[in-house]
Nanobody, 127 residues
Framework: QVQLVESGGGLVQAGDSLRLSCAASGRTFSNYGMGWFRQAPGKEREFVAAISWPGSSTYYADSVKGRFTISRDKAKNMVYLQMNSLKPEDTAVYYC????????????????????WGQGTQVTVSS
């Protein structure tokens, strides 16, 4: 139902900004809550940010709150993650995610709620 493709990752220096994009396919994309997760080598995939299916509510991990902003453009079937003031500890593969159900009113802050994953895009922040 939903296919996700991330882009925008790369190698940056600490303090830099980066915007990740997630292109979604599927006519019901706008009905799903969306999110971003990240996974560093040897660690579990962790929640980063989420946005509700209407796009009116956002949620963030404490580690990125105030620095990252999630948004969506339903007309373009896009989800974005604006990352500012990047730190070396932000280095990870970032995954776009869609809820496993339509119209759910809770954020996808755990992997068990995710129904669709993108392939991931690498973000590396050097000091």
């Amino acid at each position: 139902q939903v296919q996700l493709v991330e882009s925008g990752g790369g190698l940056v220096q600490a303090g830099d900004s980066l915007r990740l994009s997630c292109a979604a396919s599927g006519r019901t994309f706008s009905n799903y809550g969306m999110g971003w997760f990240r996974q560093a080598p040897g660690k579990e995939r962790e929640f980063v940010a989420a946005i509700s299916w209407p796009g009116s509510s956002t949620y963030y991990a404490d580690s990125v709150k105030g620095r990252f902003t999630i948004s969506r453009d339903k007309a373009k079937n896009m989800v974005y993650l604006q990352m500012n003031s990047l730190k070396p500890e932000d280095t990870a593969v970032y995954y776009c995610a869609a809820d496993g159900r339509q119209f759910r009113n809770i954020p996808i802050m755990t992997s068990d709620l995710v129904g669709y994953w993108g392939q991931g895009t690498q973000v590396t922040v050097s000091s």
